[in-house]
């Protein structure tokens, strides 16, 4: 296969008639799907998307390890965030039909790099939602824990930590540490 295959974009005018015929995101009408948010909708989910996951995956952590300097760390993320919406904002500028990182880079780096930031996206949302679910549980059994209802620990952890802790004592009864 010819690397040029692979490098090859996609040009605005071609995502543009793409998305008129009913290819791309912004299909509207029978058997397509109903735009039912706005923008300021869409800008509320995302900034609670990332106020949920900074609270319930950092702040704890952050608060009791990191001392005053955690005040300094949020400053430098917001100016990061701050910085990727002006990059957003001007990729939508560029392209203006419904897309994301996936179709800005169809664009402008090629078919190849859109395939991989394509990939890095599904795993960035699974991953993100994993420490979210992991935040949240915790917060909820100590929650539970603070009304005395105790949920057993094997049901609060994963296969791999059990699986671990299992092997673990089973080599301390074998060697005669209880």
Known sequence: MDLKYLLRTKSIERIQADAATGLGDAEVGPGGLRRALGV??????????????????????????????????FIFTAIACAFAAVCYAEFASMIPVAGSAYTYAYASLGEL????????????????????????????????????????????????????????????????NT
């Open 40 to 73: 300021t909708d869409l800008t509320l989910l995302g900034i609670a998307a990332v106020v949920g996951a900074g609270i319930f995956s950092t702040i704890g952590n952050a608060a009791s390890n990191g001392g005053p300097a955690v005040s300094f760390l």
């Open 113 to 176: 790099v859109a395939w991989i930031i394509g990939w890095d996206l599904l795993m960035e949302y699974a991953i993100g939602n994993i420490a979210v679910a992991i935040s949240w549980s915790d917060y909820f059994t100590t929650l539970l824990e603070g009304y005395n209802i105790h949920i057993p620990e094997y049901l609060t952890m994963d296969f791999l930590t059990a699986s671990r802790g299992y092997h673990a004592v089973n080599i301390l009864l074998q060697s005669g």
